[in-house]
């Protein structure tokens, strides 16, 4: 641009110009933003059962929140959003045709006519699940005869929505939440007997994992009679028999609970907890706390001669020692002591050997061991007077100690199958006691067991709950097992589409969701919903166990 001297007139002339562009561009821009809010908010389903839709940008359309598309020959549908993506329509082609020859400044010549564009509309675009055509009584199924066009499509009412998750009452429901992305309350239910299959329950550390596993067990001790054996790695369901006061329930719950509903809950929840047992180590094991303790001749020969770290072939002299120490003592209630004491009978060189072994790995100071004519948590396990056992692993000195607990408990259970007595068997931190790579012969031990239970657990009523941090560090054959799943926050994209691979029942972009949790926040799928279903876990009754530790640390400074 000349500035100076004899070229002002050009600098007036540029300037106009521009002044002339921007307004010709504030008019294009008026034009396209109405041609965006224009843009129909409309539905058509081609199948009967998917939908895709079209909006203008600002429509409030989340992904997994629920909709109604209400078709011009009134039938009303629910959906689902399953996907959204922002699109770039091509509007109109706009000639302009602008007389600036009398504008002052504008030099001779220059023309504005002729000028064409075509506009642009941003817009939304995506499709989504038909879960039911609403009827006065309920929902049916829609079918291949359901397909429509031009159907309007709006955010859902949350009281259809509540109609919706409430399902079926021909079974018991599980209240575990609120629905996410509901403008209103709406109650998520997990349906009881989806969890005659497999589930597993993933998300990062601090997510709420075990919060909301803490919700599930407290619903299905209340609303079904299923057996529960919760394998505790960290404490925190040693608790679970004890209610919180009114004030602390009503502060992890969105609707507060009156006090006369309060102590009518207590009262159940006391009846639904009276066959909970909970065995904890000795050194920690409260009043009301069983002692968790094993008897030695309990576990399988296999699983002896593991912890002992004996190979039949590497150690062969001292595990054939071994071998015939436990065949002398006979039958299978057996202490630890009283073996330590066979072996310190026999003067062979194999029996001082495996002395020295015990001694060395320090197993004879493990706390688990029953003496004898003590009772052994496997006793328990036999008998019919519980409804729900909590081992608490978690507070045993040592990995060993703990794989061999886990071990025993898993392996007695499969031994009773044939009982057919339904069980949910829950495994928190599942991936110490199946991971993917065991990292030694006990571990391995576990994961086989837990395999087996996965592969073949469920004819026998034996089925599996099992929480981890990530997919990829769980036993593949048994993650692929699974069928429920309980997604909570997950920023990893590789884990995301490990889980993608398994639960292709879950639409990809429903799982990547989860990228945004909040807090308790999960994508539940599977059995135990009619669909995949957005949730904040809400209401949790029982008291923590291993709490985190209270960040005090982070207060400002005086
Ligand atoms: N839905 C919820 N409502 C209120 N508080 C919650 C909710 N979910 C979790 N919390 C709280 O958030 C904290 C972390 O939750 P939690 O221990 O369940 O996470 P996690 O995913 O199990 O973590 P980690 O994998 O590290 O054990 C806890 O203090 C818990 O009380």
Redesign the pocket.
Known sequence: MDDGGDGADDWLDERTIASVRGDVRAFWDSLEAQAAQNVAQIAYSVDGRTFAYEAPLTASLPVGGYVTLNTPDERTYLGQVVTKSVVHREGAQLGLDLDVADLPGVPEGVNLSGVSDRLQAPALEGTGTLLGRVETDGFQRPGAGDTFHRATIERADAALVDRYLAGSERHARLPI?RALYVDGEATVRLDAPGFSRHTFLC?????????????VLEQLLLETDLRIVVVDP?S?FTSLGQLRSLEEVNR?RRDPLSPDAYDRLAERYREATAGLRVFRPAAVAGDDDEVLRLRFGDLSRTEQATAVGLHPLADRAEFNTFWHILDQLGGRDYSWDEVRQAIARDYSEAARQLGLRIENLGIADWETWCSRGESSLLDTLAGDDWRCLVLDVGTLGTPSERAVVSNAVLTDLWSRRAEREPTLVVVD?AHNVCPRDPADELVAISTEAVNRIAAEGRKYGQYLLL?T?RPTKLAENTLSQCENLIL?RMHSRSDLATLAGIFSHVPTGLLEEATGFG???AVLGGRFVQNPTFA???G?LSV?GG??VPATWARPHE
């Not at 998300?203 to 919700?215: E, N, P, W």
């Open positions: 939440g998300g990062q550390s601090g997510s709420g994992k075990t919060f909301s596993l803490g919700i960290n925190d992890v931190e929480s941090q909570m807090l308790g926040e904040r876990f809400d949790r923590e709490s985190d």
